[in-house]
């Protein structure tokens, strides 16, 4: 490689002065406009400051003189040949002479340092100049080392001729140093900035692009060819510097040898906390002595660098796992509700989809030869461009067996390249690789695999999952299908949910026994699914909770709360890791249990540290965190400081939030929040970390559930506050539906039981009042027969059955029975099937048809009747057809719409007339229902109960306590959608519906 | 109305067996009552001239379902009301197979019995038609 010098000797580095005057002290006598002026004593002074100067003062006459009408190029060699005339004492030293009389009368060639030439640029500029020259130059030292010489020179013109060189050299080498570092200093924190500026400001997926760029200008900075950084978490990155920088490390030893390969290295490594996190290194192919400081300053950038890519890979990591969340749920609901005939035509879609999400050629499903699933579903897709499609494809059924087909049958996972000696389906479409994952807990499926057109060396590290879970929603849900019974449908649902989320899932009894539990769960200890079932709390659990249970969280957990806290999980091996556990209740009235959620907080634990232990990656971190952080002193809880995400969170500027209090931001404070609040603190100091729960608002006016983590920690050297504040809205509503899911499924599997064994009894009580009523008739033959038989007038009896009131008896039990009858077959619907299907159909329409039924229906019992209440419509006219059955979603409305007008009736000393707020509007892939009325409101009791059948508020007579259960089996059950309560206690009441869109 | 059309009623709930039968017989039908699928074979087997029978789904000794796939096959001619308390009872392929439709299917409890007269009648018509 050429060696690449930055600046040829002998060129002018800058003009330090562009004037160019010669200086007074060099002007020639005849030049002196008042040489009255000039006394021989001070001339005499100036000559004896020049011959003291450390500067070299010195001057060449010619001989014979050079003419200045020759042209540049003839001139410059003849400037060489002069002879010295006089000099002062650091000019003789530097030549190695005691006096300038030594040197008086020799050659301008013997006495030049340097090769014979290199001053030819200067000379070009002089004569340029009109025989003047101000400036710097890189000068030669005869030791080979580079100088930076400030050099002043002015020739003597007589008579057209350059008769003599007056001329002055200054050694600024050591200035120029100074100067240059420190220009470069400014520029280096400039340049730092700007990297901390853009950098952690660029979109995740271009932070390695600027991560480059950043690595680029830092090379054009320290003026070096490569600069590479790895990090220890695989990222390496090399940036090739093109164009030159400024001279900075200044060569020492000049590499004349071309081939010579030489060059300089510098590799830092870049630590953390006392942790090696990666390295950076810079080469140039000169020869040169690193600055000391350089290594600060590579480290220094080295750490920004990463943690900018580490932010990036938090926030992707995020992203992704957001996406396939998004993607999953989806999945879940597009199979909600599928009947078993569509179930082919719909997982088939979904291969596509879920192909599409891999990013991969193919995907099938491979199933036991004697499993139904062989037979029921089509078994892969793949891609038409990239793979041929064999028979076997489509068949719907592969030969299971082969090699790795025992170890799939463990659970484990395959991920080989197709060698021609198993799947054969594989080898005849032409596919290279393939990754499958055994699922032996999903009921219908074994395993579920993607193939790739060419050699995939590694898989990307989400597919395995992804797939893990796709497989078992796929699997679930033909489960689901097949199975009878809404009771069995639910809880596959609720596993494939929890399968979702992530984090480990525990049902666990009163005594702590483990009655249920998840993949994870069972991955994140080491045990089989089977082994973990035999364990119990105390075996996982590494401090002893029970007395916790009894004096700390159980009386959260009684209101119906859930709790959060962190804890230690130990594996079968042995070994510990912390957790945070979300505990709540699950009461199925048969029996109360506790439902865990237990998530791995390894990483957020370290993050913490780091951040705590770290105070110059604190900056990085702290608002490269997912999680808000909030800073507080350590005496109160006024705000010193946020990170960007908390700020994103309360969805204001970082200004408003600083020197306030956390409760300015809650959604509904009462007096003695902000004293609650400020206690935790007294607790934080006492007994450590504590965590707390709150409403906040946000910016779209609506409220957000957050958990907030207060421990106290040292920021350089000071006791401070820290909150981790986490947003738990999903998580709450989530654990909320489950939970309501769970319950409603119980107790309407219950109902739907019971009603069964009433209808007989039911049938007796009215076919045999309508007997008896057919049988006292007179006017039929048969009653009239046995009548004369026994001598009685049928007319008489009559009379007297009815003067005695039997015939209001029996009209009684008539209406008593079709009454039981009724609430009977609503039960029913808990567990009937969709007996009709979708249909798509305008919800702006049904819901006017609820609306004039409604108001068409006068109930005497109501004090003012439904006429009277003013119904808003805020309907959304643009929303697509939305596939349901009309005539349910008609009964839902009317339902919510009666509800609304009962409990606006009993808000007796409201002013506002009665007003009912009917919305409808889209809402991402749903349609959503809003009945909203400003009624007496619900308590937080109330809301949770409103959809548990037999739950009324309403008195004896009034209603039955099943209008919402029906309700909400209808919407969940029978359209795959969610309704939900809101409210607010004298408000009032709004109720949502989401239907999916299709 | 024929007075002589016989119909067997086979319901293991003594009461609705009771009230199905009264009423029945007000319609002027011949009714014979049983209370498991033992008796109602042997019913079938030795009474020629049953048009009608109706059937509880769940019995004693075995299902409604299986109860009529026998029934049929003794006495083709045989017509076949389901009177039943499940919801979620449908009809299977083999019993419309033999001639069945939902509206063959009754749910328990009928609030107004007439609606059990126009079924039997309807039956009746349509074994007329058939044969």
């Given at each position: 490689m050429q060696a690449r010098t930055t600046r040829a000797i002998g060129e002018p580095v800058s003009k330090l002065n562009s004037s160019p005057e010669p200086t007074p002290a060099l002007r020639k006598d005849s030049d002196a406009k008042r040489p009255d002026a000039i006394r021989p004593e001070s001339r005499e002074g100036l000559g004896r400051l020049i011959d003291h100067s450390s500067d070299e003062a010195f001057c060449f006459r010619f001989d014979p003189p050079i003419p200045t009408d020759l042209p540049v190029d003839e001139q410059i060699p003849l400037l060489y040949q002069s002879v010295l005339v006089d000099c002062n004492g650091a000019f003789a030293r530097s030549r190695?002479?005691?006096?300038p009389h030594e040197l008086i009368g020799k050659g301008f060639r013997d006495l030049l340092l340097g090769p014979p030439g290199w001053l030819d640029g200067v000379f070009r500029e002089f004569i340029k100049l009109g025989y003047r020259f101000r400036g710097a130059m890189l000068a030669p030292d005869p030791d080979g080392t580079g100088r930076t010489i400030r050099a002043n020179a002015f020739g003597e013109v007589r008579d057209g001729s350059l008769y003599q060189i007056w001329g002055s050299d200054q050694d600024i080498t050591e200035l120029q140093r100074v100067v240059e570092e420190n220009s470069f200093r400014q520029r280096f924190q400039r340049f730092l900035t700007q990297l901390t500026d853009q950098l952690f400001e660029m979109p995740s997926d271009r932070v390695v692009e600027g991560v480059r760029d950043s690595l680029e200008r830092l090379g054009d900075l320290i003026d070096v060819d490569t600069v590479r950084l790895s990090s220890l978490d695989g990222a390496d990155i090399q940036a090739v510097i093109a164009s030159p920088g400024p001279t900075l490390n200044r060569p020492l030893r000049r590499t004349t040898d071309a081939e010579d390969p030489g060059g300089s290295h510098l590799a830092v490594h870049i630590q953390r906390s006392g942790n090696a996190i990666g390295r950076i290194t810079v080469s140039t192919a000169r020869e040169l002595e690193w600055p000391d400081e350089r290594v600060d300053q590579l480290r220094l950038v080295g750490k920004l660098l990463i943690a900018a890519l580490e932010k990036s890979d938090i926030e992707r990591d995020i992203e992704k796992r957001r996406v396939f969340d998004r993607f999953a749920l989806a999945l879940s609901y597009r199979f909600q509700g599928t009947e078993l005939a569509d179930l082919p035509a719909a997982v088939m879609a979904e291969l596509v989809s879920v192909a599409e999400f891999l990013d991969v050629d193919a995907i099938f499903i491979t199933a036991p030869e004697d499993s139904e699933a062989a037979f029921t579903i089509p078994c892969a897709w793949a891609k038409p461009d990239r793979l041929k499609t064999a028979s076997e494809w489509s068949r719907g059924r592969f030969d299971a067996s082969g090699p790795g087909w025992n170890q799939l049958v463990q659970g484990e996972t395959l991920s080989r390249?197709?060698?021609?000696?198993?799947?054969g389906f594989l080898v005849a479409a032409g596919a290279r690789s393939y990754l499958e994952v055994g699922l032996p807990q999903v009921p219908y499926l074994c395993s579920i695999g993607v193939a790739n057109a060419e050699l995939t060396a590694t898989w990307p590290k989400t597919t395995e999952p992804v797939m893990r879970i796709i497989g078992q929603i796929i699997g679930w849900t033909m489960r689901r299908v097949r199975t009878e019974g809404a009771l069995r449908e639910s809880q596959a649902r609720f596993r494939a949910l929890l399968e979702q989320s992530g984090d480990a899932f525990f049902r666990i009894s009163p005594t702590g026994r483990i009655l249920e539990a998840n993949v994870q769960a069972s991955r994140s200890l080491g045990y089989t699914t089977e082994g973990l079932l035999s364990k119990s709390l105390a075996d996982i659990d590494t401090a002893d909770q029970d007395h916790r249970y009894r004096t700390e969280l159980w009386p959260e957990l009684e209101k119906g709360q859930f709790v959060t806290f962190e804890a230690e999980q130990r594996r079968r091996d042995g070994s510990t890791f912390p957790v945070e556990v979300r505990l709540g209740t699950l009461d199925t009235r048969e029996r109360v249990q506790l439902l865990a959620l237990v998530r791995d907080i390894t990483d957020r634990r370290r993050l913490e540290q780091q951040i705590v232990r770290s105070q110059d990656a604190f900056e990085d971190i702290f608002n490269a965190m997912s999680d808000g952080v909030v800073i507080h002193p350590e005496d109160s809880l006024e705000i010193l400081e946020v990170n960007d995400r908390m700020c994103e969170l309360l969805g204001v500027a970082k200004e408003e939030v600083l020197h306030a209090h956390p409760t300015d931001f809650y959604a509904n404070p009462t007096a003695t929040t902000r004293n609650d609040v400020d206690q935790m603190l007294q607790l934080v100091h006492e007994q450590g970390p504590q965590i707390l729960h709150a409403e906040i608002r946000t910016t779209r006016g609506s409220s957000a559930s957050i958990e907030v983590r207060l421990q106290r920690v040292m920021l350089s050297g000071v006791a401070r506050i820290m909150a981790v504040v986490r947003d738990v809205t999903e998580f709450r509503r989530m654990q909320e539906t489950l939970i309501q899911t769970e319950k409603m499924m119980t107790v309407g599997g219950l109902a739907a039981g019971m009603a069964h064994e009433i209808n007989n009894p039911l049938s007796g009580i009215l076919q045999g009042v309508q007997n008896t009523l057919r049988r006292i008739a007179p006017g039929t033959p048969a009653n009239q027969r046995v009548a004369e038989e026994l001598g009685i007038d049928l007319d008489q009896m009559n009379t007297y059955l009815q003067q005695r009131g039997v015939v209001d008896f029996l009209s009684g039990i008539q209406e008593a029975g079709t009454r039981a009858a009724g609430i009977v077959s609503n039960m029913l619907q808990f567990s009937r099937p969709g007996g009709s299907n979708p249909v798509p159909s305008d919800l702006n329409t049904i819901v006017e048809r609820a609306l004039s039924l409604s108001a068409a229906q006068f109930d005497p019992?109501?004090?003012?009747?439904?006429?009277?209440v003013q119904v808003d419509r805020e309907v959304d006219l643009t929303l697509p057809l939305v596939p349901c059955i009309s005539t349910e979603i008609e009964q839902v409305m009317m339902n919510l719409l009666d509800n609304a007008a009962h409990a606006m009736i009993r808000q007796e000393n409201s002013t506002d007339p009665p007003r009912i707020t009917v919305r409808t509007a889209r809402d991402g892939r749903w349609a959503r229902i809003e009945v909203e009325d400003r009624g007496v409101g619900m308590d937080e009791e109330t809301r949770r109960r409103a959809f548990e059948p037999f739950f009324t508020t309403k008195g004896v007579g009034e209603g039955t306590g099943l209008g919402l259960s029906v309700s909400y089996f209808i919407i969940t059950n029978n359209h795959g959608g969610t309704i939900s309560a809101e409210s607010e206690i004298g408000r009032g009441t709004k109720f949502i519906i989401r239907l999916p869109l299709g | 109305m024929d007075p002589t059309t016989r119909i067997l009623v086979v319901e293991d709930d003594p009461t609705v067996r009771l009230n199905l039968s009264a009423y029945l017989e007000d319609d002027g039908y011949d009714v014979t009552t049983v209370g498991d699928s033992g008796e109602a074979i042997e019913a079938a087997r030795t009474d020629t001239d049953l048009s009608v029978a109706i059937v509880d789904v769940r019995l004693p000794s075995g299902t409604g379902d299986d109860l009529i796939r026998t029934l049929h096959e003794i006495r083709p001619s045989l017509g076949f009301l389901i009177h039943t308390g499940s919801v979620r009872y449908e009809l299977s392929e083999e019993l419309r197979s033999i001639g069945m439709e939902p509206g063959d299917v009754l749910q328990k409890p009928q609030v107004d019995m007439t609606t059990i007269s126009r079924a039997v009648a309807r039956i009746i018509a349509r074994k007329a038609r058939g044969s």
């Open positions: 190695g002479a005691g006096s390249g197709v060698d021609g000696t198993e799947r019992q109501l004090k003012s009747d439904f006429r009277h | -």
